[in-house]
């Protein structure tokens, strides 16, 4: 298994700002997601991040709107750049271990942005 | 395009019932199927998972069962207790390719 400690747990921001947001794993792990979920909604995978290569964008999400930091194996960071009330959503960091594809999730980030 | 998909969008059972819930996938590559729970406020968390050599997989009152053929698996709940009240996420996963495929989600409702 594997605790997730995400940061922070919610922030309001204004639009045209950034913030970014900070997944801690407890152990190393080798693939970390980033997800969008709207209240009641599914999870939308924004993109997924290796240690040591560049992140790789699912259709719609772009680098320079939510840049991907993968210094190390236990943490990674998502930034959501120009802020604007479109972008307000849960954003959940998620790490896979071992061989049988097991998710874990953190308890995700709660962003408003007005 | 919704590869998989989840039924029913919402579910409301009463105490000691079975909750039932549904889906469907189109892509044949696909070999693992977990279910996730989610409490408001909370991430997703793994609740159980099948992957196709078996046609079920029970955990506690939890229970999967697969159908390959028909490309379905379901949830099955039983005796369901107001805790289980949350939200419920089937995925799919397929080899190597990490990333998985999300149901829509299934609100379940237990009234005491």
């Known amino acids: 298994s594997a605790v997730i400690s995400q940061k922070p747990s919610r922030d309001i921001c204004q639009r045209g700002t950034s913030l970014t947001i900070q997944c801690q794993v407890d152990?190393?792990?080798?693939?970390m997601f980033w997800y969008r979920q709207q209240p009641g909604q599914s999870l939308t995978l924004i993109a997924t991040?290796?240690?040591?290569?560049?992140?790789?964008?699912e259709s719609g999400f772009v680098i320079d709107k939510f840049p991907i930091s993968r210094p190390n194996l236990t943490f990674s960071t998502l930034t959501v750049s120009n802020m604007s009330p479109e972008d307000s959503s849960i954003y959940l960091c998620?790490?896979?271990?071992?061989?049988?594809?097991?998710?874990?999730f953190g308890q995700g980030t709660r962003l408003t942005v007005v | 395009q919704q590869q998989v998909k989840q039924s029913p969008q919402s579910l409301i059972v009463q105490k000691g019932g079975i909750s039932i819930i549904n889906c469907a996938y189109e892509?044949?590559?696909?070999?693992?199927f977990p279910w996730y729970q989610q409490f408001p406020g909370k991430g997703p968390a793994l609740l159980i998972a099948?992957?196709?050599d078996v046609s079920e997989k029970k955990e506690g009152r939890f229970t999967i069962s697969f159908n390959k053929s028909a490309k379905q698996f379901s949830l099955h709940i039983m005796d369901s207790q107001p805790g289980d009240s949350a939200t419920y996420f089937c995925?799919?996963?397929?080899?190597?390719?990490?990333?998985?495929?999300w149901g829509l989600g299934t609100s379940l409702a237990v009234n005491p």
């Open positions: 892509n044949t590559a696909f070999d693992y």
């Open positions: 995925a799919a996963g397929a080899g190597n390719n990490r990333k998985l495929i």
């Open positions: 998620s790490v896979e271990t071992g061989m049988n594809t097991e998710a874990f």
């Open positions: 099948i992957r196709p």
């Open positions: 152990s190393q792990v080798t693939m």
């Open positions: 991040a290796n240690q040591g290569s560049e992140a790789t964008y």
